[in-house]
């Protein structure tokens, strides 16, 4: 089932940035009959916190999310998975200076790092 696609992502991770450090949490779980995933984001001082809905749209064909947080942010992304990734981006927006720009996060399926998962 294409609803299961992101299934991997589902836990309760330590979000670390690129030099090891642990920055926050992040809890994902399934609702809505498993058919879509809630993410829950804190930061590590408790500060920031965002959610996000996921789900697969069976009219566009394609994976979405609808993130919103408490510094005012929110986003819209959309895409597939490809392999063991799941890519989604937003739509086209343009600059302060006048040029296009999307976001896009990939999210990738790795075994040997699922027991970043705490409990």
């Given amino acids: 089932m294409l609803y299961n696609e992101f299934d991997f992502w589902v836990g309760a991770w330590t979000v670390t940035n690129a030099e090891g450090e642990i920055v926050g949490k992040n809890v994902i779980d399934k609702i809505q009959d498993h058919c879509a995933l809630r993410e ?3 930061s ?3 500060k920031f916190t965002g959610t996000s809905h ?6 566009t064909k ?3 999310q609808i993130w919103i ?12 998975r490809v392999g063991n990734q799941m890519i989604l981006k937003t739509d086209e927006a343009v600059n302060k200076d006048g040029n296009p720009f999307y976001h896009r ?5 790795n075994k040997a790092i699922l027991g970043n998962r705490y409990q």
């Fill in 40 to 42: 829950n984001r804190t």
């Fill in 44 to 46: 590590s001082k408790g």
């Fill in 54 to 59: 996921n789900f697969y749209n069976n009219v």
């Fill in 62 to 64: 394609q994976w979405e």
């Fill in 69 to 80: 947080d408490n510094q005012g942010g929110s986003s819209h992304l959309k895409g597939h």
């Fill in 105 to 109: 996060i990939t999210w990738t399926l």
